[in-house]
């Protein structure tokens, strides 16, 4: 299939990542790729994406950073005007689906319109404009929505939204592999944001009196100040933001990794990456990290400090053999590439039969930007 993936466009889709969303599109566009499947990623110039269409000429958190602007027409115009760049060049792309890895609602209002196959993959819970583009779209035979779990599926479904799919991130087991040796620390990857709970990770393991190495964006600059930086001492270590190449000798070293969601996390691609290294995880029981972790992670009540600190002590009980097995069988690239085959097969036939006129299919731009106006 000739496929055009849409990011966000928030930050650059390279390395190194920001978040999950940007680890997870680098992610399915090599992996469609390694399938035989025509890819172009159409995302902010600074992608490192070898079939990048650029849509716009920074990700907006360097022009408009979304703390300050966040819900300001400048930053809904910045978006809208790359969004509809992307969508006319898709027009005229003869593709045959789209994969709608964005967090901009209207996509899927205007590829169900113009009848052009399009599968969503949805990084957050229902809410917003998001959750109600889905669910006006939900009965449209060309549109399909994914989300990383039956945690999030259930959460959909009670709102309205009984058609989506779960297809689990994948990650390149191939690139997180184990190692024989074990250092003398866990670790702590991840966004540096209230809702990641690093300050409760860092409290729980100096209470554990282990070594922590903490990796990652700092994105509240205020909340590192007051509830990180001043725990910096006593073996709590902070490494800065670093790159999947770095990290991934770091996490297979380490006794453990400590994943400490405050909010519904859809997925949890850090756990998933930390048991391809053999890496157990101890952490919140929050979201969708449960049935992600399984019998390879030792969780407590989400805020239970304490709690976490004994799961930190108890770590060994884990087999580490085991949780590179769980991240081979349930976790891959593979087993992700497939799901989302699957939706495409079903969009694009969808399509097909309800008949619906096919945009810019038949060099149609005229009809694009009628859609867009």
């Known amino acids: ?49 070898p079939g990048l269409v650029p849509i716009c000429e920074a990700p907006y958190d360097e022009v408009l950073p979304w703390r300050i602007y966040r819900g300001t027409g400048e930053l809904a115009k910045y978006q809208r005007t790359a969004f509809e760049r992307a969508l006319l060049r898709i027009g005229s792309g003869h593709y045959d689906v789209v994969h709608n890895n964005s967090l901009f609602p209207e996509i899927i209002d ?42 999030q599926q259930v959460l959909w479904s009670e709102r309205g939204c009984d058609e989506t799919e779960v297809v689990p991130n994948g990650i390149d087991t191939d690139r997180w592999t184990s190692t024989s040796e074990t250092g003398d620390y866990f670790t702590w990857i991840g966004r540096i ?38 725990y910096l001492r006593d073996g709590i270590e902070f490494h800065g933001h670093r790159s999947a190449k770095y990290l991934q000798p770091e996490v297979a070293r380490a006794r453990g990794a400590l994943v400490t969601p405050l909010w519904d996390e859809p997925f949890g691609l850090v756990a998933a ?25 030792l969780l407590v009540k989400a805020g239970n400090i304490s709690g976490l600190a004994k799961a930190i002590g108890r770590i060994g009980v ?56």
């Not at 990542?17 to 990623?41: K, N, P, T, Y």
């Not at 930390?274 to 992670?297: H, I, M, N, S, Y």
């Not at 036939?349 to 008949?355: F, K």
């Open 1 to 49: 299939m000739r496929i055009a993936v849409l990011a966000h466009i928030r930050h650059a889709i390279a390395e190194p990542f920001s978040g999950g969303m940007e680890a997870h599109c680098d992610m399915l566009c090599h992996g469609l790729r390694a399938e035989g499947h025509e890819v172009d990623l159409f995302a902010a110039d600074g992608s490192s994406d």
């Open 110 to 151: 205007w590829c169900a319109s113009a009848g052009i196959p399009c599968v969503t993959s949805q990084h957050v819970p229902p809410f917003g404009a998001m959750f109600e583009a889905v669910k006006r779209n939900c009965d449209r035979a060309n549109i399909a929505t994914t989300v990383t779990s039956s945690d």
């Open 193 to 230: 944001v209230p809702n990641k709970g690093l300050a409760e990770a860092v409290q729980a393991a100096t209470l554990a009196k282990v070594r922590l190495k903490i990796f990652g964006p700092v994105e509240d600059a205020a909340y590192f100040a007051k509830s990180v930086e001043p």
């Open 273 to 297: 990456e930390a048991l391809a290294c053999g890496t157990p995880v101890a952490g919140f029981d929050r979201g969708a990290l449960p049935e992600v972790v399984g019998d390879c992670g």
């Open 318 to 373: 884990i087999n580490r053999s085991q949780c590179r097995d769980r991240a081979l069988r349930k976790l891959s690239i593979g087993a992700m590439i497939g799901g989302y085959e699957a939706c495409y097969a079903k969009v694009v036939a969808g399509a097909r039969l309800a008949s619906l006129p096919r945009l810019a299919w038949a060099s149609s731009c005229s009809r694009t930007t009628e859609l867009l106006a």
